[in-house]
């Protein structure tokens, strides 16, 4: 294996990170949450909150004596808007903004508790341990089957979330307020990272449990610190800001390399045939 050439080894790894994504999406267990998760957190949701802002008046007041709960900086941002409109921007711009960072990290997370425990169920891990491929390039191929796939949907799931906000919320703001900078950093730094993260951290669990229920219940986990981001908004503690999105993305980054390097570890073929 040590004298195959570059196109060659290529070819390899595109072969299994097509087998894995066609494989996976043949799956209801898998395929379903790409479909329903995106559709609530990034339609259903920023639908909800637009109509609350236009016809919810009492809701809307009710907004306007909590604003004091929030960050500072937060509040200042929508200190010029009308209530309606403050709701929408809080709202849409900043408290659904972590939301969206569990829809990549939720799709990695499917793909890759699928890559190994999945192979597991199915009977076909032993053929992809003896298959005429590197211990290199089998890594990169199944992470690259579940990172490709988490980051396309995320930037499909961006480009709808800013369609549907803008086009909801237009008899309110009256112009286009998607995408901000600070969301562009989130997608383009913050949203490839977080799906590293449940990345890394599915496939350390999937190389080891028996079923993808199992390997996925558990690496579901990761999302608690996604939802902390949000409560902490809510209860003041931090806003969605660019700087704290840049830091953000680093850390998760950080993690995220951490937990990829000990799931490589993991994915060697004396370790996978330990647990055949």
Do not use: H
Request: hydrophobic letters at 60%; charged letters at 15%; a positive charge.
């Amino acid at each position: 294996m040590t004298g195959r050439g570059r196109p060659e080894r290529m070819r390899a790894v595109r072969a299994v990170v097509r087998k894995d994504v066609t494989v996976a999406l043949s799956s209801k267990a898998v395929s379903v949450p790409f479909v329903v998760v995106p559709v609530m957190l990034m339609v259903v949701m920023p639908l909800g909150i637009a109509l609350l802002a236009r016809f919810a008046d009492g809701e809307v007041a009710r907004l306007g004596d909590q604003l004091g709960a929030l960050a500072p900086a937060l509040v200042a941002r929508v200190a010029g808007l009308d209530p309606a409109q403050q709701v929408v921007v809080l709202g849409l711009v900043y408290l659904l903004a972590p939301l969206f960072l569990v829809v990549p990290l939720m799709v990695a997370s499917v793909l890759a508790a699928d890559s190994f425990a999945g192979e597991k169920e199915r009977g076909t891990l032993e053929a992809l341990v003896y298959s005429p491929i590197s211990d290199r390039d089998l890594v990169l191929a199944k992470m690259l089957s579940a990172w490709l796939p988490a980051v396309a949907v995320g930037l499909v799931a961006f480009v709808v979330y800013c369609v549907t906000a803008n086009a909801a919320a237009w008899p309110v703001m009256g112009r286009l307020f998607l995408p901000t900078a600070m969301w562009l950093v989130l997608v383009a730094w913050v949203m490839p990272a977080a799906a590293a993260l449940g990345l890394g951290t599915s496939v350390i669990v999937s190389s080891r449990v028996g079923t993808f229920q199992e390997a996925y219940q558990v690496g579901g986990v990761v999302v608690l610190p996604i939802v902390a981001l949000m409560i902490g908004q809510v209860a003041g503690v931090i806003y969605f800001s660019v700087w704290l999105v840049v830091l953000l993305g680093l850390v998760l980054w950080l993690a995220a390399a951490a937990l990829l390097w000990l799931g490589a570890r993991s994915l060697r073929r004396s370790e996978l045939i330990v647990r055949l």
